[in-house]
Each structure stands twice: as C-alpha cells, then as structure tokens.
C-alpha cells in the first residue's frame, strides 16, 4: 500500500482594507471602527456578530487596516471618540463627536444608508474617509 504524501495548498489569505481617516479635530481618544455586511446592523455593529470592531489611537487614524472575515459588499462607519468612553456622545439628537462612512456619502438627517456606503471587496484594497462633526 503505497502512501502519497498530503498536498497541503494555503488557504488565501483574508482581504485588506487599508483606510485613511482624515479631518480629525484633535488627536485625542480613539476611532470606533465597524466594518459589517449586515446593512441591518449599519452603522451601529453591535448587532453583528460578524462584524469587524476595533479601536485604533487617534493618532494613527491616518493609516491602519481592517482584515474583512472574506470578500463581499462591506461598509465602514467611524466615529471619532474623543473622550475614550466608547460611544458616540450626543447633545440632544446631535453627535457631539466626529463620524465617517465608507464612500464619504451626503449626510442629511441621520446616518447614510448601507447602499450609499457600501463597496465590494474582492482583494485587497483601499478606503478613504472624511470625518464629519456636528457641533
């Protein structure tokens, strides 16, 4: 009985979005970072266990990286939290604190909808995001 050897083949590995954050007020705190496919859970990922979360230093927001779990529609909201207690803090309805979405969609009343933020990833790739504040 002859033996042959297993082939072992690497599996891909998952794919990159490389995101620059730009227009932070201050270096202060922390970027909330919520990378999701689940337009239902857009923007806020705490309902998503599949969601990708993180926390990275203001001052690195300029360059990081997000691995998404596979290739697939995503979209990344991130909100600028200033005083570290992550949340995006409100006065009254509004955000005290910055925010952004993949795509840089028009904001009106309310966060953009998953379609306006959303894109494909297939490989790795890049995403740009301005960050808007309120008050």
């Known amino acids: 009985m002859a033996l ?6 690497a599996a891909a590995p998952p794919p990159t ?3 620059s954050v730009t227009g932070l007020r201050s270096t ?3 970027v909330l970072v919520c990378l999701t496919t689940n337009r239902k859970a857009f923007p806020d990922c705490s309902k998503d266990a599949g969601s990708v979360r ?5 001052v690195d927001a300029g360059n990081f990286a997000v691995h998404a779990p596979a290739a697939g529609t995503y979209a990344i909201a991130v909100v600028h939290d200033e005083n570290g207690n992550n949340k995006l803090d409100k006065a009254i309805f509004l955000p005290k604190e910055g925010f952004g ?3 840089n969609p028009t904001i009106t009343v309310g966060p953009p909808s ?4 959303s894109f494909a990833v297939s490989g790795d790739m890049r995403q740009s995001i301005k960050m808007k504040y309120m008050l």
Not at 54 to 58: D, E, H, S, T
Not at 114 to 117: I, L, N, Q, T
């Open 101 to 103: 979405f993949s795509r």
């Open 17 to 19: 979005v490389e995101v």
């Open 114 to 117: 998953f379609k306006s933020a």
């Open 28 to 30: 202060k705190g922390q």
């Open 54 to 58: 993180m926390a990275v230093k203001a």
């Open 4 to 9: 042959f050897p297993m082939l072992l083949t």
